[in-house]
């Protein structure tokens, strides 16, 4: 398997460090270079696009059922029309994905926010969605500072927190520097 992290966007309103960091002293200080990732696995001849959301691409979508009723009723209408297909898997609690990927809905920053477990050549990876959104959410064993159940973030956070587990979250820039650069916004996390 490979797999890519690829920063497709930088800068948001929201990336300050009371939303990153629950009980932040300097909750309203901006997240310098704050990323956008989605996660591209390739495994054998299929490829994965793992994100928090999803383009308008001809795909297979894995998605929470809380997630899809929201985006039916508020999506753009190009999100509306791929939500009719045959593609569209809802899961309510977890579903093993081609037996490699585990999609868990844990709900905490949002109803429906939604992590991918996976594990590749002895070692363990998590994906972690909005539910973490920088690698020092779970060295630390900080919550989130924006959540939906505070309590379901915790549990999460607490869950990978001193284990062999490593996180790949979707806002840390640090993602960049730690693994093998293919461009400007593309790092190699596994694979030769």
Not at 40 to 58: C, H, M, P, W
Not at 92 to 103: N, P, Q, T, V
């Amino acid at each position: 398997m490979k797999l890519y992290a690829i920063r497709y966007a930088v800068d948001f309103k929201y990336g300050k460090m009371g939303h990153f960091f629950r009980g932040a002293p300097n909750a309203e200080k901006r997240i310098a270079d704050f990323p956008f990732f989605y996660y591209l696995a390739q495994v054998e001849s299929k490829n994965y696009l793992i994100d928090t959301g999803f383009r308008d691409q001809e795909t297979d979508v894995v998605m929470s059922r809380k997630a899809y009723e929201m985006a039916r009723k508020n999506g753009t209408v190009g999100v509306k029309r791929r939500l009719r297909g045959d593609a569209v898997t809802l899961v309510d609690d977890e579903l093993l994905i081609d037996g490699k990927f585990l999609f868990r809905v844990i709900g905490g920053h949002t109803p429906d926010s939604s992590v991918v477990f996976f594990e590749e050549a002895g070692e363990q990876y998590v994906i972690t969605g909005d539910e973490c959104y920088q690698i020092e959410n779970i060295l630390r064993n900080i919550p989130i500072g924006i959540t939906s159940d505070a309590a379901k973030n915790e549990q999460f956070i607490a869950s990978i927190h001193g284990t062999d587990i490593t996180p790949l979250p979707f806002h840390d820039v640090s993602i960049l520097a730690k693994y093998r650069r293919v461009s400007e916004n593309v790092v190699q996390v596994i694979g030769d």
